[in-house]
């Protein structure tokens, strides 16, 4: 069983900036793909960005790209979401998923729906006030 704390969650003012953390403990993956999802009340959960082992085939969704940058440190079993430029439509609480994958298929059809991913965070939230 994967467990993921997600951190970094907070207020701040539109033009921002904030990161946050995912950390995983107890059983790994040889090789997974991870995402940040967020969801904002009366809204479906949404991808944000997503990275498979190793940094390589990272995804942006279209209303953060140039603004956030997903990143990992496997020795400490951690991925960042680094959100800068922050607007007030970006709040909402922010998950981290994942699920074991294999590279050819992450090429061929990465995982992009919530229901995709078997491992949860309970979320952070993150608030943008203008």
């Known amino acids: 069983e994967v467990q993921l704390v997600e951190s970094g969650g907070g207020s701040v003012q539109a033009g921002g900036s904030l990161r946050l953390s995912c950390t995983s403990s107890g059983s790994t993956y040889k090789t997974q793909c991870t995402a940040w999802f967020r969801q904002a009340p009366g809204k479906r959960r949404e991808e944000v960005a997503a990275?498979?082992?190793?940094?390589?085939?990272?995804y942006y969704a279209d209303s953060v790209k140039g603004r956030f940058t997903i990143s990992q440190d496997n020795a400490k079993r951690t991925v960042y979401l680094e959100m800068n430029s922050l607007k007030p439509e970006d709040t909402a609480m922010y998950y981290c998923?994942?699920?074991?994958?294999?590279?050819?298929?992450?090429?061929?059809?990465?995982?992009?729906?919530?229901?995709?991913?078997?491992?949860w965070g309970r979320g952070t939230q993150v608030t943008v006030t203008s």
């Open positions: 998923a994942a699920r074991s994958c294999v590279l050819g298929d992450y090429v061929r059809s990465r995982p992009r729906d919530e229901y995709e991913y078997k491992d």
């Open positions: 990275t498979y082992t190793g940094g390589i085939g990272i």
